[in-house]
């Protein structure tokens, strides 16, 4: 109590939430725009800290974070083209909404459900941060294989109407993930001698391509722009009934937000699509979903907020960061002297607790700024299309160019982008390409690891509670799928 009430004075301070807000708007913009990064805006504006306190600076910083994560969802309803990664399963059933003149609807859901798992994961921080913590520090190689494991086998929920070529495009997603540089042997693998491949496909730079370029060749939106912004203009308020709907759904993102959060090198990608399939499978409306659910845009959204606060619980506790962006933060919590580890709270832990009570504030403000903004960004549907497809397609070749500052990952996006389009006209699911892109590396480097530590025995696979946990969770979650395929079938047969 004494550590929190100290805590509290130093936070209520006008200087600190003036701050906040800034890098709320700041986190917002970046994650609204395709290809300019919520890590690109940390890095950016991280010199802005140095001459800060700590709280102001991390109030600042995690107002980028926070806001990141929900800005992404604004252009992923909008315009098909998720600002980041982990909007990408937003976008499944926010764009087919935006086409039916119920963008603001959608907004107003990704806001609301960002809220509620930004709100969710601040808790977490501040309640169960050392708790949560000694649990991370049981799991080893074999059980983040595993976790990887189960995350690949959401590729069967986002596949469309063929399981098959779901697979197919989710081994393409994984062999892409293999350019580059062996993480164990450091041999290169497929560059062909070309030096700009010895990294690998840098992730935003594939989203570009499979997203948003492909969809500027793909269709011409003129009929349904001018549908959508004819009929966009409606108050966008959530009834009851939709309320009821997306309660169980929000509540399991937040927590399977918070597990993944917590668990380094995960992030939110995983985390919403996690919660998307989860909400597909107790949804009593399944075909709903990728056709404008709004239980789908509540559990992607809330998983992807719920992630932010859980991040840091390794970082402070352990000085471990839970993902780039939070690594980088890492930098503005050694610069005012706060080194992570078990004696920070200890030796700063009226600062810890102003920074953990700051996160809840940063996502009751995002709220706020959200709210009053939302009808400003909802008009981008009303530009005409003439004037948006070459917007779209600058912001593209400019994001995709600030990445690295190179010519050759603009001509990757173009790649990306026919091979998306060339896939989409034989009818072949994109969103497992991503999500063997995310989990590629995690999931290889990890399995090779383990088999390494033990000598090439496949019993480390279930050497622990948490593996047998995994395990059991993966079984269960094949039964499923295969179920709920053998059901489509004889739905299809009658």
């Not at 395709?34 to 504006?45: S, Y």
């Not at 001018?226 to 399991?252: C, D, H, N, Q, W």
């Not at 559990?299 to 932010?308: F, G, L, Q, S």
């Not at 706020?368 to 600058?394: C, D, E, H, M, W």
């Amino acid at each position: 109590m004494e550590y929190l009430s100290g805590g509290l004075a130093l936070l209520f301070h006008w200087s600190n939430f003036i701050w906040m807000n800034i890098g709320l708007l700041i986190g917002i913009i970046f994650g609204a725009i395709p290809g300019l990064t919520v890590i690109l805006a940390i890095v950016l504006f991280l010199p802005f800290t140095y001459t800060l306190g700590p709280i102001q600076s991390f109030m600042f910083l995690l107002g980028i974070y926070c806001a990141g994560g929900y800005g992404g969802s604004i252009s992923a309803i909008l315009i098909h083209t998720p600002g980041t990664p982990h909007a990408t399963a937003t976008m499944l059933d926010g764009y087919p909404l935006c086409k039916r003149g119920l963008a603001r609807k959608a907004m107003n859901i990704a806001l609301q459900a960002s809220t509620f798992g930004g709100v969710i994961s601040a808790f977490s921080l501040l309640f169960f941060a050392p708790q949560v913590a000694k649990l991370a520090q049981t799991m080893g190689t074999p059980e983040y294989f595993l976790v990887c494991l189960f995350g690949l086998t959401i590729i069967a929920g986002v596949s469309g109407k063929s399981l098959v070529k779901g697979i197919i495009a989710g081994c393409f997603g994984l062999f892409v993930s293999t350019v580059g540089i062996d993480p164990m042997t450091g041999c290169t693998r497929y560059i062909f001698d070309n030096i700009n491949l010895y990294s690998g496909f840098d992730l935003v730079i594939c989203l570009i391509g499979l997203f948003a370029l492909s969809e500027v060749l793909r269709k011409d939106k003129r009929s349904e722009q001018a549908k959508v912004g004819a009929i966009a203009t409606g108050s966008g308020k959530i009834t009851k009934k939709e309320y009821k709907r997306m309660a169980l759904p929000a509540i399991l993102a937040s927590v399977i937000g918070v597990i993944i959060g917590i668990i380094p090198g995960t992030g939110a990608s995983m985390a919403s699509f996690f919660s998307y399939n989860v909400a597909r499978n107790i949804s009593k409306h399944p075909e709903e979903f990728g056709n404008g659910s709004i239980e789908g845009i509540a559990a992607a959204e809330t998983a992807n907020n719920a992630v932010t606060g859980a991040t840091l619980i390794p970082l402070l506790t352990m000085g471990i960061p839970g993902d780039g962006c939070v690594a980088i933060m890492l930098g503005a919590l050694m610069i005012n002297g706060l080194t992570p580890g078990p004696n920070l709270f200890k030796d700063h832990g009226a600062v810890m607790y102003a920074i953990m009570v700051g996160l809840l504030f940063v996502n009751l403000f995002m709220f706020i700024q959200g709210k009053y903004l939302t009808s400003l960004f909802a008009r981008v549907i009303n530009v005409p299309l003439a004037v948006l497809t070459p917007i779209i397609v600058i912001f593209c070749f400019a994001g995709a160019f600030s990445v690295n500052s190179s010519t050759f990952d603009i001509g990757t996006t173009i790649v990306f982008s026919v091979i998306a389009y060339v896939l989409t006209c034989l009818d072949f699911p994109t969103i497992p390409i991503l999500l063997g892109l995310v989990l590629g590396d995690l999931t290889e480097e990890n399995f090779r690891r383990s088999l390494i530590l033990s000598d090439g025995n496949w019993d480390i696979f279930a050497s622990s509670p948490v593996c047998i946990v995994f395990l059991t969770l993966l079984v269960g979650s094949l039964g499923i799928i295969i179920y709920g395929k053998w059901r489509e079938a004889r739905k299809g047969e009658a």
